[in-house]
């Protein structure tokens, strides 16, 4: 199948630092790609679908000022919380939509910790 | 009310035994009905892919579906220790991966040897 990574795995910062999340598809290109934020013991949230060359949109309730979204190419979407704060602490998660299969495939996700 | 509603377990079942997992929804609009299987710390897989009611067997997997009721079902026969793992559902409204997904909060099972 086809495989998305994500990086970093895990990442701890401070409080009002900015933290960057890569999601690649390694081994297709996907002109969509989405966002998702995993809280303890709920559901996926889905926080934006990422377009390749045009604005990311966003579901209500999530700051796009706060998670800044870029997808610069058909195989790379970037995701920066900004200011992050204790709050924001979770588990992100991407998904690249595959043309041929019309599937979405899920990245390993990126725990994040902000002290 | 939760669009989608999952009972989120634990759920704890002897080796070889039939698992039944299961999730309703309120939107009758869904009409693609998905079964991921998350490791703990890892990304979702998907296991099953059933567009509007019936049934879908894939080896030990069977995905049940009922509209009318707004129901889904995931079996698992012969359950195996190495299915232990948090089973979400989830569905859309439009069909393509491009859709948006709707989660359930996901069903942790515990298949003990």
Known sequence: ?115 | QKEVEQDPGPLSVPEGAIVSLNCTYSNSAFQYFMWYRQYSRKGPELLMYTYSSGNKEDGRFTAQVDKSSKYISLFIRDSQPSDSATYLCAMSASGGATNKLIFGTGTLLAVQP
């Open chain 1, 1 to 115: 199948g086809a495989v998305v990574s994500q990086h970093p795995s895990r990442v701890i910062c401070k409080s009002g630092t900015s933290v960057k999340i890569e999601c690649r598809s390694l081994d297709f290109q996907a002109t969509t790609m989405f966002w998702y934020r995993q809280f303890p013991k709920q559901s996926l949230m889905l926080m934006a679908t990422s377009n390749e060359g045009s604005k990311a949109t966003y579901e209500q309730g999530v700051e796009k000022d706060k998670f800044l979204i870029n997808h610069a190419s058909l195989t790379l979407s970037t995701l920066t919380v900004t200011s992050a704060h204790p709050e924001d602490s979770s588990f992100y998660i991407c998904s690249a939509h595959q043309t041929l299969n019309n599937e979405q495939f899920f990245g390993p996700g990126t725990r994040l910790t902000v002290l």
